[in-house]
């Protein structure tokens, strides 16, 4: 039995811990209570936790301190959906009870766990009892009452699982809409997931290796690897002749919120950068703060890619040496850095996804739209990066999602701007709540007139039942049409056309003046004309507007006002 767990063991464990729930994410996805298509539990936290075991795969932490910062860092900025930012909240309190530790034992790992709680528990404005965080507190109690007895991690680790599944098998109870539903906490199942997997390491169970068809390989095929794999395009060399020895530590955090794979080396007059990032000339520009550009080399990871599948040679720019560019060599792609835009005091963020609806936020002054929402929620990083492109000083975000907003809420504190979320959890309320802006207010001002304009909004929404399923006595099966109004299930039905005059008939109830219905990618123009016309039919002195959202897994979203 471990009574003890090095740096080493750590990492396994948490390695063995991020494969173990991404094989069960869809059963953990089959627990979310709505059976809608949408970025579900099991993937937040598979996603979520991948981050940390993709950092830890490049490094060799020998104490149990950098394993546990390495993984907290990596899921603060790789956190998706609620659930994924409740893990990272628990992992990150886990990091700072292992501060300054080289191994750890069972107390411990015990105290280490009750930190995680009290992390997540300090982040959640009001906390629900029958979730992830009642069964993380409760395993946590367990493994402190058996560190106790027996201060071994492992015995430590059975006894908060045995009781984390205890608590889990309650959470039916503890929860009226898990009740009503019949299911347990699917947020709490991954975690557990998780714990289990981190014990199977433990009791040197052999660590599977996962692939999209679900086998394995002995070495890399670069054929198999596309485009999606490569997470950002250029990778950038260039050095900076400097004065003196300014500090690097905000630069390096700019550079980190663009890309990854950063490596600065600093001299006595100058520094040399190496960065994958998507915008090098934004990278540059920035450098420039610090000194003169003197030379810079970039290449297209990309293309590198596609000669590697090929068979083809291929040159790396980590093979540029410092003597060539001493030698005043640039490679074909170096970039010039593009003049600095005047900074301004306000600047906006709208997460969403269609073609249309992001052209809408831009036409209403949107500097960035980050594609995403249902079937997948942005991660916090994503989000930083929008908000570090964003030419001003103070940013307000929209993650128009509910399952959004935890994961914009953690930017705060990773950057220097001052960022304000606005909690809109529909397309609809970020549209109101951007045509409230006015620019010559303070910021306070702005933020409350937001606020304001996005709760005089209702928001409904058709969509298809991705599973079968039962919630409040409605019997939903796979394919059927819900609609969706607040958020709560209005309606299921074999037919949209049925659940539309269902909805046209709220928005008479309401009086509704205005009255917006965007139609997703897979409707046809002349058929959403068709069918919001059951809305002008009840309301003639309303203003209807059927506008292209382009967005996929919803039909239509429609807002009255």
Not at 33 to 56: K, R, Y
Not at 196 to 221: H, I, W, Y
Not at 384 to 390: G, M, N, Q
Request: proline fraction near 3%.
């Amino acid at each position: 039995m471990h009574d003890t767990i090095t740096g080493a063991v750590f990492k396994e464990m948490l390695l063995f811990g991020a494969v173990s729930v991404t094989a069960a994410k869809q059963s953990v996805n089959d627990l979310n209570v709505f059976p809608v298509p949408d970025g579900d539990t099991g993937t937040n936290m598979s996603l979520t936790i991948q981050t940390a075991a993709t950092e830890l795969k490049k490094k060799e932490p020998k104490t149990v301190e950098e394993v546990s910062s390495i993984a907290a860092n990596a899921m603060l900025r790789g956190a998706r959906g609620n659930s994924g930012v409740i893990l990272s909240l628990l992992f990150r309190g886990v990091s700072k009870s292992f501060k300054g530790l080289y191994e750890a034992d069972g107390c411990m790992f015990a105290a280490a766990l009750q930190e995680g709680v009290a992390a997540a528990y300090n982040a959640v404005m009001k906390p629900a009892e029958g979730t992830i965080l009642t069964v993380s507190r409760l395993a946590a109690d367990a493994a402190m009452h058996a560190a106790e007895e027996n201060n071994s991690v492992e015995y430590v680790l059975e006894h908060a699982i045995r009781q984390g599944e205890e608590t889990l098998k309650e959470t039916v109870n503890m929860n009226p809409v898990l009740k009503r539903a019949g299911v347990v906490d699917a947020g709490g199942k991954g975690f557990l997931i998780i714990l289990n997997g981190m014990l199977s390491s433990l009791r040197g169970e052999k660590l599977p290796e996962l692939s999209e068809n679900g086998e394995t390989r002995d070495k890399a095929d670069f054929a198999q690897v596309g485009d999606e794999d490569i997470t950002f395009t250029f990778d950038t060399v260039f050095i900076v002749r400097t004065k003196g020895n300014p500090n690097l530590q905000p630069y390096r955090e700019y550079l980190n919120s663009i890309g990854d794979s950063i490596v600065i080396s600093e001299g006595d007059d100058m520094f040399k950068v190496h960065v994958h990032t998507d915008i090098p000339g934004d990278a540059l520009n920035a450098a420039q703060q610090y000194g003169i550009l003197e030379v810079a080399k970039v290449e297209n990871m990309r293309i590198q890619q596609e000669d590697m599948a090929a068979g083809r040679k291929t040159i790396s720019a980590d093979e540029l040496e410092d003597d060539d560019m001493a030698d005043g060599y640039v490679g074909s792609a170096g970039v010039a850095p593009a003049e600095p835009e005047e900074r301004k005091p306000y600047g906006f963020i709208a997460v969403c996804a269609g073609d249309g609806l992001a052209a809408v936020f831009r036409d209403m002054g949107v500097d960035g739209v980050i594609s995403g929402g249902q079937t997948m929620n942005p991660s916090t990083e994503s989000i930083l990066k929008e908000i570090e492109r964003a030419n001003a000083d103070t940013v307000f975000v929209l993650p128009n999602n509910k399952n959004i907003i935890m994961a914009a809420q953690q930017c705060v504190g990773l950057t220097n701007k001052n960022i304000v979320v606005i909690p809109t959890t529909t397309v609809p309320q970020g549209i109101s709540a951007m045509m409230a802006v006015d620019l010559d207010g303070d910021a306070a001002s702005i933020e409350a007139a937001m606020l304001d304009a996005a709760q005089h909004v209702t928001t409904a929404q058709i969509t298809y039942a991705a599973r079968d399923s039962e919630f409040d006595g409605a019997e939903i099966h796979e394919g059927d049409f819900l609609a969706l109004l607040g958020g709560k299930l209005f309606g299921v039905d074999k037919s949209i056309s049925v659940l539309l005059e269902k909805l046209s008939d709220v928005a008479k109830e309401q009086n509704a003046e205005f009255i917006n219905v965007f139609y997703g990618e897979d409707v046809d123009p002349a058929e959403a004309e068709h069918d919001a016309s059951c809305f002008s039919d009840k309301l003639p002195s309303a203003e209807v507007s059927v506008l292209s959202g382009g967005q996929p897994v919803y039909y239509y979203i429609i807002s009255f006002e």
